[in-house]
């Protein structure tokens, strides 16, 4: 605590590193997962192979990861997006696919009835009902890349895991505290404000 509080503003300029860290990586890989999300709920056979592969993915450790990626792409932020990307499919995949599932077949006989295309099916009645699941799965995803993104410093892609592993290296309790506790908060700030989000969709 009192390395938090004598030093503000490295906190503050590790915080924001993480943060565009974990946001990027985000939004790519819910680019990719939209798509992949679909495909699994619409083809069972290509999304137990999907869902196959991202679970392999998943399980591989994290450090393990790194060092492969490291070896292929070098050290640096881009690596750790690269990761973080990877990682965050399964969880994403698996809560988009749940969520079109879970879209009441009234629902889309409804649409079918009004003449919508596939396209405009999924677009103005599937994704919208399915909100609540896929922000369930951004929430999950959110939480788990703010944790890699700590680890992710080991490679050099800055954040709050900075000043976990500068305390490491320099046997400095104060500092590995002070950077576990900033990265802590960071996540349940996260969760709580997708909480809200999550809550305001199903309203919705």
């Known amino acids: 605590m009192s390395f938090l509080l004598a030093h503000p503003g490295l906190i503050a300029t590790r ?58 792409f070098g050290l640096g932020a881009p690596t750790a997006v690269v990761a973080l990307v990877a990682y965050a499919q399964m969880i994403l995949v698996r809560n988009i696919a749940e ?7 009234a629902a889309l006989d409804a649409a079918d009835g009004l003449g919508f295309t596939r396209r405009e099916r999924l677009l103005r009645v599937e994704l919208p009902l399915a909100l609540p699941a896929i922000f369930g799965g951004i929430r999950i995803a959110t939480v788990a890349l703010i944790g890699l993104a700590t680890v992710a410093a080991w490679i050099d892609a800055g954040g709050l895991g900075s000043i976990v592993f500068e305390g490491l290296h320099q046997d400095d309790a104060p500092k590995i505290v002070a950077g576990s506790m900033a990265a802590m908060a960071l996540a349940f700030a996260a969760d709580a404000l997708l909480r809200l989000a999550e809550r305001a969709s199903v309203r919705a």
């Not at 056979?45 to 492969?68: E, F």
């Not at 969520?99 to 077949?105: A, E, H, N, Y």
């Open 15 to 72: 915080a924001g590193e993480h943060a565009i860290l974990v946001l990027s990586s985000l939004a790519i890989a819910l680019a990719i997962a939209l798509p992949l999300g679909v495909l699994v709920a619409r083809k069972p056979r290509a999304g137990t192979l999907v869902l196959g592969v991202l679970n392999a993915i998943y399980t591989v450790p994290s450090l393990a990861l790194l060092a492969i990626l490291v070896a292929l």
């Open 99 to 105: 969520g079109l599932r879970g879209v009441s077949p």
